[in-house]
């Protein structure tokens, strides 16, 4: 095709798309059915991980929960249960080894089967101003927040690619879009998380394997005690989010395809303006939402989880 071609072809499904997505405002688009789906979660032992088990529990799917808490495992393995779950495994796995995941990604694959939904949910925080943070805690928040998500994939996604069939799901955060002052170390963990799942979803589509879906999860400061102690300038704008709302999210979102997870909703409006705006006018904008408050506020000055 010629130039003049395609980029006819560009506005014109530009247009369509459009309209697709003012029409789901009115109509939304049906759950897919994900009975007898394996679904695998990272850092289920607590928090969003045990939360999303929860509601994936009635949904008639074989669950997999990864933690390095094996307590906290087995109270989410009780839990999902109840809720009427009958498939339920979990296993221990420092997602931050890889030589662990693939071991422990094989043991799933012989016991259970081949992962067909995969939740990288497992995260850590430091909480330390970037001079203030050890190189070990600075790592270690590389491994479990970023490159977990290169092995986990490793591992699971080939057998999606070859029944062209799976659901890729990277849990980051609003940091991962933009800056925070004092987590420096944490939002390049969760940058690249969203830089990461975004190339994988453009290799899948340039490769017609369209049947493996990507959502990817970009939540403000959510209260789960990962970050204690941390307020918000205007709770109104961009309020601390309940742990319960942001997983049924999480779920509706996986259930309609939904690429791109924004939480709140005004987090579309300040990604709009942060890529809109000259470098000051951007910086002035943060201060205004709180970016430069002063984050020992929060009481992160240890390794948290999600």
């Not at 909703?265 to 943060?286: F, P």
Request: glycine fraction near 8%; include cysteine; aromatic fraction near 10%.
């Amino acid at each position: 095709m010629n130039f003049l071609l395609e980029t006819l072809q560009v506005i014109i499904m530009s247009i369509y798309y459009n309209m697709e997505a003012f029409v789901r405002l009115f109509i939304p688009p049906k759950n897919k059915n994900v009975t007898g789906e394996i679904v695998l979660i990272t850092g289920a032992g607590s928090g969003i991980g045990r939360l999303m088990a929860e509601k994936f529990a009635p949904l008639g799917v074989s669950l997999v929960l990864w933690d390095i808490n094996q307590e906290g495992m087995k109270e989410t393995s009780r839990l999902v249960k109840e809720k009427g779950a009958t498939k339920v495994h979990y296993y221990l796995c420092d997602c931050s080894d890889k030589a662990e995941v693939y071991r422990v990604a094989d043991k799933v694959k012989r016991e259970v089967g081949d992962v067909s939904i995969l939740i990288n949910n497992a995260g850590i925080v430091t909480g330390r101003k970037f001079m203030d943070a050890p190189d070990s805690l600075i790592e270690k928040t590389i491994e479990v927040n970023t490159m977990a998500h290169f092995w986990t994939y490793k591992a699971f996604l080939p057998a999606m690619t070859a029944n062209n069939h799976g659901h890729l799901v990277s849990i980051a955060s609003s940091a991962g879009l933009i800056g925070v002052n004092g987590l420096a170390d944490y939002c390049a963990s969760k940058f690249a998380a969203v830089g990461f799942a975004e190339s994988v979803a453009l290799e899948l589509l340039a490769t017609g394997k369209d049947g493996v879906k990507t959502t990817i999860v970009c939540p403000y400061f959510i209260n789960t005690g990962m970050f204690d102690g941390c307020n918000t300038k205007w709770p109104l704008l961009l309020p601390i989010l309940d742990p319960d709302y942001v997983a049924n999210k999480i779920i509706e979102a996986i259930l309609t395809d939904q690429v791109y997870l924004l939480l709140p909703k005004t987090m579309y409006l300040i990604m709009g303006l942060k890529n809109s705006l000259r470098w000051k006018q951007a910086a002035l904008l943060g201060k205004y939402l709180g970016a430069f408050e002063n984050p020992e506020h929060c009481e992160t000055t240890s390794l948290k989880l999600h």
